[in-house]
């Protein structure tokens, strides 16, 4: 599976070449970069251990958009909110699944066969299924449209077969159905395979430093992993 995990770990500076072709207006004022957003989209990226199975699951919250966008140099302010405002309203993931055969080839299952099977779970246990798109907002897919020759001429089948599904992003009390910031839970089940993230995610918070040792920590660790020490954590 390394030679995956490699392909994997290149779609980082991919999906920011995606981004600069959706805003590549010259002149454009760029913005500071606050997240590492190659630290961001790993912390985003689930790949299963299933021997025989290949399942790959990449959650696009609206910090990664963000944070894309201010490591382009070619991004404003104005780009940066209407993008927001786009993506605001969903929990977008892209899913790349199969088979995986005899010298490690790959049989993909199709987008019907994912969709089919995809599922969102938030903290308090609600079941969420994608929308289909004339429930979005059409510039949705015409983003995750833009992506998907990109991916597919940098990481070959793997990108050609990553299929992204929205699904709301938000609670009938308008509070995110997955925040990455804040203390809480996010699953995503393809079938009996099941990816979670525990939140806040450490990639959007300051690092903390431990006040016995000095090791330099995730903002996300309530405790210091070497000597135990309780750490300020997220609030």
Not at 14 to 40: E, N, P, R, W, Y
Not at 185 to 207: D, M, N, T
Request: hydrophobic fraction near 40%; proline fraction near 8%; glycine fraction near 10%.
């Amino acid at each position: 599976m390394e030679p995956l995990r490699t392909k994997i770990a290149s779609l980082a500076p991919v999906a920011l070449a995606a981004i600069g072709l959706l805003l590549g207006s010259l002149g454009a004022t760029a913005q500071d970069q606050k997240i590492d957003v190659t630290s961001l989209v790993r912390e985003t990226q689930k790949v299963s251990n299933e021997p025989g199975e290949m399942n790959f699951v990449w959650w696009l919250p609206e910090e990664y958009w963000k944070a894309s966008m201010a490591a382009n140099p070619n991004s404003s302010p104005a780009q940066v909110e209407t993008l927001i405002k786009v993506v605001h309203p969903y929990f977008l993931v892209g899913v790349g699944s199969g088979k995986v055969g005899p010298f490690a080839a790959i049989t993909f299952r199709t987008d019907t066969d994912i969709r089919g099977v995809i599922q969102l779970k938030d903290t308090d246990g609600t079941i969420y299924k994608p929308l289909p798109d004339d429930k979005l907002d059409p510039s949705v897919p015409a983003l995750l449209a833009l992506m998907k020759p990109i991916l597919s001429r940098a990481v070959g089948s793997l990108g050609e077969n990553i299929h992204f599904y929205v699904f709301p992003g938000s609670k009938k009390d308008g509070a995110r159905v997955c925040d990455p910031a804040k203390e809480g839970a996010c699953e995503v089940s393809l079938g009996e395979r099941s990816f979670k993230w525990k939140l806040p995610l450490g990639s959007l918070l300051p690092v903390q430093k431990c006040p016995t040792c000095g090791e330099t920590l995730s903002g996300a660790y309530k405790y210091c992993p070497f000597d135990g020490t309780k750490l300020g954590g997220t609030k």
